[in-house]
Structures are given as structure tokens and as C-alpha cells.
């Protein structure tokens, strides 16, 4: 089994950063992805960014393209999400997610961290 912990949530002010932190551990795999989404109060969760196992493809949700930026550390089997010129409408749990590389689903997800931005 794979566990997931979130990290570094917490309040901001509008235009502020954050920087988010998910390390996996238990079951290893030789390649996998990892992804950050969000669930706003009210709303379905949505998909934010990914990064593959290589770390050279990233892909960005239009509504934080050039705002947040995700990496990942494979050495220490954990991805970073950088959230700058945040906005009140970033508020929400954010949660990782791994899948295998390849595959279409995430079956392992974290336990989510909140964020809220202050207008």
C-alpha cells in the first residue's frame, strides 16, 4: 500500500505564496505520477497540476498556469506544489495523488491540506 502525506497548508493573504509538500511512502514503484487537485467548499474536486516520473513534463489547470509551479524530488519520493500571487478563489483542500506511469487513474490520494486565501 502507498501512503501519501500533505503538508504546508495554511492562511494567507491574496498575492501571497504557499508551498505544499507530498512525501509517499510504503509500496514503491519504479516509475509513477504525481499530481495535485483541489476540492473548494461546495464545489467537485479539480484537477490543479501534474509531473511525471521524469520530472521533465508538467501540466498546468489554466486557472493557476504561471502562478503555481509543481516538482518533485524522487530521491526523497515527494512532490512540491509552489502556489504564488495567490488568489481567494485558490482556497480549498488540496490533495496529491499518485498513479502508476501510464495508467489514466490515481488510486492513491492523500489525506488533503487546506489553504485559504484572504481577500
Known amino acids: 500500500q502507498v501512503q501519501l502525506a500533505e503538508s504546508g497548508g495554511g492562511w494567507v493573504q491574496a498575492g501571497g505564496s504557499l508551498r505544499l509538500s507530498c512525501a509517499a511512502s510504503g509500496r514503491t514503484f519504479s516509475t509513477y505520477d504525481m499530481a495535485w487537485f483541489r476540492q473548494a467548499p461546495g464545489k467537485e474536486r479539480e484537477y490543479v497540476a501534474l509531473i511525471r516520473w521524469s520530472g521533465g513534463y508538467t501540466a498546468y489547470a489554466d486557472s493557476v498556469k504561471g502562478r503555481f509551479t509543481i516538482s518533485r524530488d524522487n530521491a526523497k519520493n515527494t512532490v512540491y506544489l509552489q502556489m504564488n500571487s495567490l488568489k481567494p478563489e485558490d482556497t480549498a483542500v488540496y490533495y496529491c495523488?499518485?498513479?502508476?506511469?501510464?495508467?489514466?487513474?490515481?488510486?492513491?490520494w492523500g489525506q488533503g491540506t487546506q489553504v485559504t486565501v484572504s481577500s
Open positions: 495523488a499518485l498513479r502508476l506511469t501510464g495508467s489514466s487513474r490515481y488510486p492513491y
